[in-house]
């Protein structure tokens, strides 16, 4: 079975920093894609990065670009998720997401992954 675990979350202070991770099992990593999503209070979720993991090819969200960078340890089948500079509206539950590679259209939009981690709360204090 796919199981996919978030972990990294906490409360952080405003201009801090974070590492997330997507401990992913049950499946060959190296033909799929992972996506980060993240749902803040009172809003939909949305598509923050995403990375193919096996020709490393990444994307961001435009809200994100410069902030969040997207990396894999394939030896641990784990996706990071840096974020930097953190702010208040980076507050969110943050999910992990995984689709085959080639089964999707848009590696930002939840519609095309399959399997989906628990989440982990990322809040920022201002």
């Known amino acids: 079975d796919v199981q996919l675990q978030a972990s990294g979350g906490g409360l952080v202070q405003a201009g801090r920093s974070l590492r997330l991770s997507c401990a992913a099992s049950?499946?060959?990593?190296?033909?799929?894609?992972v996506g980060w999503f993240r749902q803040a209070p009172g809003k939909e979720r949305e598509g923050v990065s995403c990375?193919?993991?096996?020709?490393?090819?990444?994307d961001y969200a435009d809200s994100v670009k410069g902030r969040f960078t997207i990396s894999t340890d394939n030896t641990k089948n784990t996706v990071y998720l840096q974020i930097n500079s953190l702010k208040p509206e980076d507050t969110a539950i943050y999910y992990c997401?995984?689709?085959?590679?080639?089964?999707?259209?848009?590696?930002?939009?939840?519609?095309?992954?399959?399997?989906w981690g628990q989440g982990t709360l990322v809040t920022v204090s201002s």
């Open positions: 990375i193919s993991i096996d020709n490393a090819m990444t």
């Open positions: 997401a995984v689709v085959p590679e080639g089964d999707y259209n848009n590696c930002l939009r939840e519609g095309d992954f399959d399997y």
């Open positions: 049950g499946f060959t990593f190296d033909d799929y894609a």
